[in-house]
Nanobody, 115 residues
Framework: QVQLVESGGGLVQPGGSLRLSCLASGSIFSITTMGWYRQAPGKERELVAR???????NYADSVKGRFTISRPGAKNTVALQMNSLKPEDTAVYYC?????????WGKGTLVTVSS
């Protein structure tokens, strides 16, 4: 099993930046893919970005060119650098890890983009 803990959310003005981090513990060496999803009020959870164990990345069209996902340093961390934030990026952001075909989720961190 894997436990995921997110950090780095908060309030930021439009055009600003935030960096989210996720720390995994447990069976981290069996993780294949880590990623970030988000859920805005009244909407379904959606993929933001994901990165494989071979550092292959995928991004939602809405964040391409603004967000960057990485696995800095140790294999049990994943970060999301968010630049040029827009009000529509406001959501709870969830860290995700895939282990033996199963999805694991963090509790989420709130990102609010507002002036």
């Amino acid at each position: 099993q894997v436990q995921l803990v997110e950090s780095g959310g908060g309030l930021v003005q439009p055009g600003g930046s935030l960096r989210l981090s996720c720390l995994a513990s447990g069976s981290i060496f069996s993780i294949t893919t880590m990623g970030w999803y988000r859920q805005a009020p009244g909407k379904e959870r959606e993929l933001v970005a994901r990165i494989s164990s071979l550092d292959s990345t995928n991004y939602a069209d809405s964040v391409k060119g603004r967000f960057t996902i990485s696995r800095p340093g140790a294999k049990n961390t994943v970060a999301l650098q968010m630049n040029s934030l827009k009000p529509e990026d406001t959501a709870v952001y969830y860290c995700n890890a895939i282990l033996h075909g199963m999805n694991y989720w963090g509790k989420g961190t709130l990102v609010t983009v507002s002036s």
